[in-house]
């Protein structure tokens, strides 16, 4: 009889033959034709059943226009093509935007996404939804529909306070142009009148990345647009009650993912929303997700759009985002075999010249139960936009291009 610890190295012995033996391969299609409509920052999960569930937002613009509601289509496991796409939230003359979808233990799916209230990132009020019920054909029924309210805390104002000094003497230490100069001052003192408003601090938050689960614990990571930061909003309930972080500050930095180290550590990547060097920003926090270091340039480039980063299952960290300082017609996945120290292997799903006219970006990645992956991004070219899906597995990625 063998012993638990013999059974687990052959395990992982069969695991890596297995992985070696894997067939690199790539398919992608597009959910839904293109067309003139503006469909943008998408979300995808895979069901209990294997399959795939994609959420996006469709209007004639973003926030300025009171059309956008949010969308969504379903991959059966082994069908070919996604099914005709349906409304999954819609506040008529509110534009909805930035949703983004989690799957529980209980097998519930969650939908987190913005309701723009005053045509103003800034006026962004955070809502939720839950459905036991959202498998079948139908669109899902919704067991809860709530606001999501965040109330910073004096632990926001202290690290506002703290953050204010770094990023002026960051901007006295570099070469910038006086234009930069200026607005790099401009945020410095935005940042601290807004923060004296009751109001603009509660509003304003969105989402763009997958919730990161660790135990019990339950992160979501927000920025708001108008502080040019982030923030997490905590739930050790599973969902139930929330409340905010100390946030993210660096020299503008949105959209955080959040990805676990071994050691117990997080690590957020986040949009560079500041000054060149255009870079991945990112921070580290060492008391799950309460505080965190500043937001520093990584060695990763950035134009200003979404990433994201996720843990895969064997302790690979997959970073899929444009790999441009400038425009986001290429897009790459990379790997990292040592927590995102250094990234070794890299493949595009999308890459053309800057002149083309192609923009593919604000992706979502998962790895799906069969350790293969899948992602969603926006898919625009002179003919139309729509929102594409990527299959691949790791194979594939260590190939190259």
């Not at 100069?181 to 990345?209: I, P, T």
């Not at 990527?390 to 190259?400: S, T």
Request: charged letters at 25%; a neutral charge; proline letters at 6%.
């Amino acid at each position: 009889m063998f012993s638990a610890f013999a059974r687990a190295l052959l395990a992982m012995w069969i695991g890596t033959v297995a992985l070696a033996a894997e067939k690199p391969f790539h398919n992608a299609e597009l959910i839904f034709p293109q067309e003139a409509w503006h469909n943008h920052s998408s979300c995808v999960v895979e069901a209990p059943n294997g399959d795939l569930f994609a959420t996006w937002f469709h209007g004639s613009g973003e926030r300025k226009a009171d059309d956008v509601r949010v969308e969504a289509a379903r991959l059966k496991r082994g069908r070919p093509s996604w099914t005709p796409r349906f409304t999954l939230a819609d506040t008529p003359g509110y534009p909805d935007c930035n949703p983004l979808l989690h799957v529980d233990e209980r097998g519930r799916l969650w939908l987190f996404h913005t309701t723009i209230l005053a045509n103003l990132w800034e006026s962004a009020l955070l809502k939720l939804y839950v459905s036991s019920d959202w498998r079948r054909a139908t669109p899902p029924k919704w067991d809860r529909a709530e606001v999501l309210h965040l109330t910073p805390g004096p632990e926001f104002d202290a690290a506002i306070s703290n953050a204010l000094p770094r990023v002026q003497a960051l901007a006295e230490g570099q070469a910038w142009p006086e234009q930069t100069r200026r607005e790099v001052a401009e945020f410095v003192q935005a940042m601290r009148d807004h923060s004296a408003d009751k109001l603009y601090r509660r509003l304003g938050w969105m989402g763009r990345s997958h919730l990161t689960v660790i135990g019990q614990r339950w992160l979501l990571p927000l920025y708001h647009d108008g502080f040019s930061f982030c923030l997490v909003a905590i739930s050790d309930d599973q969902g139930g009650s929330w409340r905010p972080s100390a946030p993210i500050i660096g020299a503008g930095n949105i959209q955080a993912t959040i990805v676990p180290r071994r050691d117990g550590s997080l690590v957020a990547y986040m949009r560079d929303n500041g000054p060149p060097p255009k870079r991945l920003q990112v921070a580290e926090s060492r008391d799950r997700g309460e505080t965190w270091s500043p937001g520093v340039d990584s060695e990763i480039p950035n134009p200003g759009s979404g990433a994201d980063v996720i843990a895969l299952r064997d302790g690979t960290w997959a970073y899929l985002g444009n790999d441009t300082e400038k425009g986001r017609h290429s897009l790459a996945v990379w790997l990292s075999d040592d927590e995102g120290r250094s990234w070794k292997a890299r493949r595009h799903l999308e890459r053309t010249s800057a002149e083309a006219g192609g923009s593919y970006g604000y992706p979502s990645l998962i790895q799906s139960r069969d350790g293969s992956l899948h992602a969603t991004y926006s898919f625009l070219e002179p003919q139309g936009g729509a929102i594409n899906h990527a299959h691949f597995n790791l194979a594939w990625v260590r190939q190259g291009d």
